[in-house]
């Protein structure tokens, strides 16, 4: 059959490898239940059309099996998978000509259902024993969050099996597989539509916009070209917000560039992961210059923590922050060793499964070479459907913001120095930055006894609520320091002067 000899006929590895296990998870189907009991749901989209000829190879597979062992002949070449094709006043005309073009060129028997797709379905599985439906979803589609290669409906869905041959196919293997097997697709993909749901949500993807030179004219590229397959719903008019984390993108993606007077207080928490660090074997430096950072652009740090090298340590520390803080920072545990699972540990804080990401899998091919790549590489994995990259020149492999979620893979201060900057150039570029008041600070020494300071520096504390003032000391018997820090520089001035003012003239001195 063409499909299957173009696929094996291709230098493709990693389309190989999706095409056998797709065929794979079509052929269980087939087996777990009858012909007359599947169907395929079919709308003339790239996904769908996808399927629609793995499941043509499977079924001309089977018969030429039939064929060679029972000596049977080709007869009337009807699909004998049942097609259902939902079909909306609101489609693309070249989607609904597309899917009626395609069904007559492949003999397909197709139900059109002109119902919502609840009752559509209702409908169907009264009038037919159908018990399982094959869908183009794929992972990083709204819908595919939860889903597995087969997923029973859900609740309150009329009961069938859903069945994802392509769950785990990335944007680039649909287009690999379509470009490789020659095979028609709708022309909307050529004008630089890149997912195609009704006429009032969908526009070409901006992305692939190109102009010409004074700009009068908009011309796009086609489908294929787009080079980040996680931007293909941006032709999506309206915008899709993870439920998972809706409530939290609407903290980063809504930051913008504060004023820079402003009073109001944004939190940062840091987590280090590390067995070795809570062993004492090694220490923590990265914490304490990190701090500096974020105090340098103005954010206070709520908690700094180090945490075990587990999954759900990791997942525990992220879900409690990540809701309490703005951003959340965390470094360690990040690679390919059994021990590496910080990244796993934040998917499992946002209940999102890992998915691979090939544009992340591109990065580490360039780094490590072709050894960390291919189907099964772990390190290519990233939360489904929150992982952004951000890139940017002087980094090899882009850092990794989920929700307000960064993860740093510095594992010293010149690798943090130049993470940190590129990560402030990013958020800033991407508007997801807020910079805020830096902080200022002044620092009193005194020889005076902690009790002697105790009371009226409380008292100050009192009077000045918009600073911290803290007391510490060196060692028991050198000087005791209090430290004012605060975003307003006359403030501090006044707490400091209030402070000197209860006290014998020169029994504080400034120091750094
Ligand atoms: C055959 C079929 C079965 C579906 N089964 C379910 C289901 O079990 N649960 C559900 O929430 N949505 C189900 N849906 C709806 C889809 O999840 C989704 O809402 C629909 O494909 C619209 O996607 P769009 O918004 O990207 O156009 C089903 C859709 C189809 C066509
Ligand atoms: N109107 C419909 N009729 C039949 N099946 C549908 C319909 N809408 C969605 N589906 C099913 O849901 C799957 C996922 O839809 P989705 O829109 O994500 O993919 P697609 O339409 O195949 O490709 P694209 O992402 O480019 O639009 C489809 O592949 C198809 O199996
Ligand atoms: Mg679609």
Not at 281 to 307: M, N, P, Q, Y
Request: a negative charge; hydrophobic letters at 40%; aromatic letters at 8%.
């Amino acid at each position: 059959m063409e499909i299957d000899k173009a696929v094996k006929e291709c230098d493709d590895s990693r389309l190989k490898t999706k095409y056998t296990n797709a065929i794979y998870v079509i052929k269980r189907a087939l087996a777990l239940y009858s012909i007359q009991e599947v169907a395929f749901s079919f709308n003339g989209g790239k996904d769908s059309t996808v399927l629609l000829h793995l499941l043509r190879a499977v079924y001309f597979l089977h018969k030429a099996e039939e064929r060679i062992s029972q000596d049977v002949s080709d007869g009337e070449n009807i699909f004998p998978i049942r097609t259902i094709y939902f079909e909306t006043t609101n489609a693309f005309p070249e989607i609904n000509s597309f899917t009626y073009e395609t069904a007559a060129s492949y003999n397909l028997q197709m139900d059109i259902i002109r119902l919502d797709f609840k009752s559509g379905l209702e409908a169907l599985l009264k009038a037919n024993p159908i018990r399982a439906i094959f869908l183009g979803v794929r992972i990083g589609d709204p819908t595919a969050v939860g889903q597995e290669q087969f997923s029973p409906s859900s609740p309150g869905w009329p009961p069938f099996m859903r069945v994802n041959p392509i769950l785990d196919w990335s944007y680039r293997d649909v287009w690999a597989f379509l470009l490789v097997c020659k095979v028609q697709y709708c022309s909307l993909y050529d004008q630089g539509y890149t997912s195609i749901g009704s006429i009032h949500d969908t526009v070409p993807n901006a992305l692939l916009c190109i102009r010409n030179r004074n700009n009068s004219e908009e011309k796009f590229r086609p489908a294929y070209l787009l080079p980040d397959g996680r931007l293909e719903r941006a032709g999506r008019v309206k915008k899709y917000t993870s439920p998972v984390c809706g409530q939290l993108s609407s903290v980063s993606n809504g930051l913008k560039i504060e004023d820079l007077n402003s009073n109001s207080m944004l939190t940062a928490s840091i987590i280090a992961v590390g067995d070795e660090i809570l062993f004492g074997s090694v220490e923590d430096k990265l914490g304490s210059v990190l701090c500096r950072k974020l105090h340098s652009i103005g954010w206070a740090v709520s908690l700094l923590v180090v945490t075990r090298n587990d999954i759900d340590s990791v997942a525990e520390e992220v879900e409690s922050r990540k809701s309490t803080d703005d951003m959340v920072f965390i470094y360690g545990g990040v690679g390919p060793l059994h021990s590496d699972v910080t990244v796993a540990g934040v998917a499992k804080a946002f209940g999102v499964r890992m998915a691979p990401d090939e544009v992340f899998e591109e990065h580490l091919r360039h780094l490590i070479g072709e050894k960390c790549t291919g189907d099964k590489n772990e390190m290519s994995q990233l939360p489904e459907g929150i992982a952004e990259l951000l890139h940017h020149e002087q980094l090899p492999v882009p850092l990794i913001k989920c929700c307000n979620v960064i993860i740093l893979t510095a594992t010293n201060g010149p690798e943090l120095d130049l993470q940190w900057d590129c990560l402030i150039d990013s958020l800033k570029s991407n508007g997801d930055l807020v910079l805020m008041a830096p902080f200022v600070s002044k620092c009193l020494a005194t020889t005076l006894s902690d009790v002697e300071v105790a009371e009226p520096l409380s008292k100050i504390c009192l009077q000045f609520p918009d600073l911290y003032i803290g007391g510490y000391r060196g060692s028991r018997k050198g000087p005791l320091m209090i430290r004012f820090e605060g975003k307003d520089l006359t403030r501090i001035e006044a707490a400091s002067q209030s402070l000197c003012q209860k006290f014998q003239p020169g029994a504080f001195s400034e120091t750094k």
